[in-house]
């Protein structure tokens, strides 16, 4: 039986938090994990970003959500899948909070600054919502431009629902976004359904 990959990133989220306060300690703040313009500056941390957080609470929160949303995507897919889609969403979530958010915002790059798993958690939640057998079916009765808009209002949706001062707002819509776009092809899933037509299951029923 393959390691959940849910507690995998569980545990790499604990090692880094302990490693964040490490370099509190030592004097260097939380620097060398948070995400700012320019990229080129500190380019590790597009993926320590992914998994760093600001206090105690923001952990829980967050450990939290991805258990409800990790358990429920990690059914349909590989631990490689897995851990590949959680990086590769979670630091796009970040990117598009710092390029859009300064940008409009009209700021100097390196004025905002951001941390934390809730874009690849938002992002494995739009997996759940539209990766699952009955999205699908609805989802393909649409047209594209309704699929489009659809994908939109619901990740304008949770994103107001979690909206804040101080929240990553553009993070969070980005995620979801790409969680629900992923879920629509059925990206994560792995073709398990071909290795039973090699292997049919002996009891026949008619």
Known sequence: MSR??????????????????????????????????????????IVTSVYAHSGLMHLIGNCIALVLFG???????????????????GALSGIAQVVFTTGLAMLPPGSIRVLGASGAIFALLGYAISGNALSAGLLSRLGRRVQILLI??????????????GVANMAHFAGI?????????????????????DHPDPLQTY
């Open 152 to 165: 939109f209002l619901i990740a304008a949706f949770f994103t107001a629902q979690n909206a804040g001062p």
């Open 4 to 45: 959940s990959p849910t507690l995998t990133t569980l545990k790499i989220i604990l090692v880094v938090f302990v490693l964040q306060l490490v370099s509190v300690t030592i004097g260097l703040g939380n620097e060398p994990f948070v995400l700012h313009l320019p990229l080129t500056d500190e380019p590790w941390t």
């Open 177 to 197: 976004a790409i969680g629900l776009v992923a879920g629509r092809f059925q990206l994560l899933h792995t073709t398990s359904e071909s290795n039973t037509d």
């Open 71 to 89: 358990l429920a995507v990690e059914y349909f897919t590989t631990p490689l899948r897995y851990h590949a889609f959680f990086v590769i969403s």
